[in-house]
C-alpha cells in the first residue's frame, strides 16, 4: 500500500458497526465514535467511501 495508514482500529469495530446501521435509522439517528478511524466503517457503509482519499497518518 501507498500509506501505511490505521486499519487495525477500523477492522475492531466492523461488526459493531454494522449492528447499530441495522438497530438504528442512520442518518436520522446519530452515531458517534470516539476516534476518527474508528468511523472509517460507518463511512463506508453510508455511502461516503469515494470521498475517503487517504487513511490518516500517524
Known sequence: ???GGHLAP???VVELT???HALYDSPRDK???DVGHQGY???VLTGR???M???RQY
Do not use: N, P, Q
Open 10 to 12: 477500523s477492522l475492531g
Open 41 to 43: 466503517i460507518h463511512k
Open 1 to 3: 500500500s501507498e500509506t
Open 31 to 33: 452515531m458517534l465514535w
Open 49 to 51: 467511501k469515494s470521498r
Open 18 to 20: 454494522v449492528a447499530l
Open 53 to 55: 482519499h487517504t487513511l
